[in-house]
């Protein structure tokens, strides 16, 4: 008997055989090495934001401000309270033709600026005079608007010799009962008009603690360092790694907010523990 293949019925549906598909495999993730550089950009854009806008670190390294900064005090100034200028971009970056969301400063602020006549480097110092007041010093005491500023005197400043401090004078070197080296400054209360107090140094007669009379234009302030006879400040001409004379509110970077780190100096980059030893804890979150 023959085999003969099997018919199907006209009626009948014939169904084919499904089409064959090919299977794609799922796209291959970025490679490490093609995201990286992205990150890298992302990651420098955030930090510029945030330096720009918002905080900036900056350290300190003279004593034209003490007592209330030291030469190894790292600090955080804020961004936000003067407006923007150039001068709060990275480099300087002339984006920026004028000021834009200004603040004006009060009496006391401590403030970071671009210091005339170069506006290349960065100076700290205390805001004195505004816009219209007339500034003065008479026998070592300041004096606004024809008002001397109380002045009172308190306790020496006493600092630890170290190898970010030395004592100006051998007059102001001493020594504590535990044999440490130290200087002893004299320090003064001055109170603005406002009320707001902070502690100053007087060293003594200098010829900078006599000075006529300035009038503050408007859009300039007058600023002087807290250590009186021991700071280039508005008190003197304008000179490229010297005085500052009247500074442009639009050379104003920020305002002083926080101690972060402070260090005696005597750190070794190559000693870790060192790293520890040298840091003055006490220091570390005082404020402005």
């Known amino acids: 008997m023959t085999d003969t293949p099997e018919q199907t019925p006209p009626d009948a549906v014939v169904t084919p055989d499904p089409p064959v598909v090919e299977q794609t495999r799922p796209a291959k993730k970025q ?16 930090v510029a934001f945030f330096r720009s806008f918002v905080f900036s670190p900056f350290n300190i390294p003279s004593e034209s401000m003490l007592p209330r900064l030291e030469n190894g005090d790292y600090l955080l100034a804020a961004k936000w309270p003067f407006g923007y200028s150039s001068y709060s971009l990275p480099f300087s970056v002339p984006l920026l033709p004028h000021r ?4 004006q400063p009060k009496r006391g ?23 219209g007041d007339t500034v003065q010093m008479i ?22 010799v170290s190898a ?7 007059e102001f070197e001493a020594t504590e009962k535990d044999g440490k080296a130290t200087c002893h400054y004299p320090q003064f209360r001055e109170t603005t008009p406002e009320g707001k107090s ?16 300035v009038i503050v234009p408007a859009g300039q302030v007058f600023l002087m360092g807290d250590n009186r006879d021991n700071s280039m400040d508005s008190r003197f001409p304008a000179v490229e790694g010297g005085g ?6 639009d050379n104003l970077v920020g305002r002083a907010t926080v101690v972060m780190w402070s260090t005696d ?24």
């Open 198 to 213: 902070y502690n100053v140094l007087d060293l003594g007669y200098r010829p900078q603690d006599d000075t006529p009379p």
């Open 164 to 170: 970010n401090t030395t004592c100006i004078a051998p």
């Open 31 to 46: 490679r490490k090495e093609d995201s990286f550089p992205v990150f890298l950009v992302k990651l420098v854009l955030i």
């Open 139 to 160: 026998g070592g005491q300041l004096h606004l608007n024809g008002v001397a500023v109380p002045k009172v005197k308190i306790a020496d400043f006493v600092i630890p």
């Open 109 to 131: 602020d401590v403030v970071i600026f671009k210091a005339p006549p170069g506006n290349k480097t960065d100076y700290i110092k205390r805001v004195i005079g505004l816009p």
């Open 244 to 249: 500052i004379g009247l500074v442009p509110q």
């Open 100 to 103: 834009i969301f200004a603040g």
């Open 265 to 288: 100096g005597s750190a070794n980059w190559l000693l870790p523990w060192t790293w520890f030893t040298a840091a003055r804890y006490d220091r570390i979150g005082g404020t402005f």
